[in-house]
Structure formats: structure tokens, C-alpha cells
């Protein structure tokens, strides 16, 4: 971990746990992003609960608190 690409570096092959295989990987600024195979999340898990609770209480609506 913590390789550093040269900037001109588009793409490497490297180890996806989500995949489980070799697969390419967006390279950002020298230094290796997220796998290209599989679609990445839009939210992030706290985006995701936080999404969620908003949703729940628009649903049940607390009156007079």
C-alpha cells in the first residue's frame, strides 16, 4: 500500500476485495482510487443513515415537540 503513481498514470491493475480479483483502479493524483469494474456508492454509510432517519420521520411526523 501507499504506492505513488507518475501523474501521466490513468489506470492500474491492482487487488478489488469487492470484486475479488485483479481489476483496473482509477489513479488521482498519483495515488490509486477506486476500482473501475464495479459501480462505486453514492452516499456513504452515515449518508445513508442520515437519509434514511430523514425519510422514517417524514413518514411519522411528531406533532407539539
Known sequence: MGEH?????ESVL????TCGRATR???????????LEHEAPQ???KQ????????REAQNPKLFE
Open 43 to 45: 452516499e456513504s454509510k
Open 5 to 9: 503513481y507518475p501523474r501521466s498514470t
Open 25 to 35: 483502479h482509477a489513479v488521482s493524483a498519483g495515488r490509486r482510487g477506486r476500482c
Open 48 to 55: 445513508q443513515r442520515a437519509r434514511q432517519k430523514r425519510e
Open 14 to 17: 491492482a487487488w478489488c476485495n
